[in-house]
Every structure is written in C-alpha cells, then in structure tokens.
Nanobody, 128 residues
Framework: QVQLVESGGGLVQAGGSLRLSCAAS????????MGWFRQAPGKEREFVAA????????YYADSVKGRFTISGDNAKNTVYLQINSLKPEDTAVYYC?????????????????????WGQGTQVTVSS
C-alpha cells in the first residue's frame, strides 16, 4: 500500500504561483512513477505532469508546458509541482497519483487509469 497526501493548494490571483507537494508513505520503495492530475468542476480528470524515478524523466501536458515543473525528492518520498503564471483555467482539484510497475508504453504515464494509488486532492483556485 502507498498513501499519498497532497498539500499546497489555495486561492491565488492570475499570474501567481503555487507549489504543490505530495508526500508518499508505505511501499514507496516500489513506486515507479508519480503523476499529477487535475479535475475541474464538470470536467474529466486530466493529466498534468509525471515523473519516473528511474532517470528522472518528466512528462507534461501541452497546456502546462513552460509553466509547471514536476520534481521529486527520493529521500523525502515527496513529489512537487511548481505552478507558475497561473491562469483561471488552472482552477481545479489537483491529485497526486502513484504507479508501482514499469510501463510498457509511454502513453500510459499520462493515463489516470494506469495509476495504482491516489491522494485526496488539493484545491487550486485562480482568480482573474
């Protein structure tokens, strides 16, 4: 089992920044990749960013490239999402997810159903 706890969300004005954190506990040694997803009201959950612990490969949704940065601290079992130049359309609940096993196809790392564990989410609200 892996437990994930997100933090760092809040209300921020457009153009501002936030840093989200996801602290993992439990079987963290077996985690292959960590991802961030978000879900806005009335919309489906969408991929935001992911990181593979092996080689520190990172992946981003086109909508956040250049504004969001995912990083990880293995020693602290924590993944971060630095969000800059926030826009009102970034308003959503942001979820952290963990995948235990390697992926056969890169596209899987962008697919919510391919993750094994999820956090409870943290709300990000961007005012215009």
């Amino acid at each position: 089992q892996v437990q994930l706890v997100e933090s760092g969300g809040g209300l921020v004005q457009a153009g501002g920044s936030l840093r989200l954190s996801c602290a993992a506990s439990g079987r963290t040694f077996s985690t292959y990749a960590m991802g961030w997803f978000r879900q806005a009201p009335g919309k489906e959950r969408e991929f935001v960013a992911a990181i593979r612990w092996s080689g520190d490969s990172t992946y981003y949704a086109d909508s956040v490239k250049g504004r969001f940065t995912i990083s990880g601290d293995n020693a602290k079992n924590t993944v971060y999402l630095q969000i800059n130049s926030l826009k009102p359309e970034d308003t959503a609940v942001y979820y952290c997810a963990a995948r235990l096993n390697p992926i056969p196809y890169t596209v899987w790392i962008r697919t919510a159903t391919r993750y094994d564990y999820w956090g409870q989410g943290t709300q990000v609200t961007v005012s215009s």
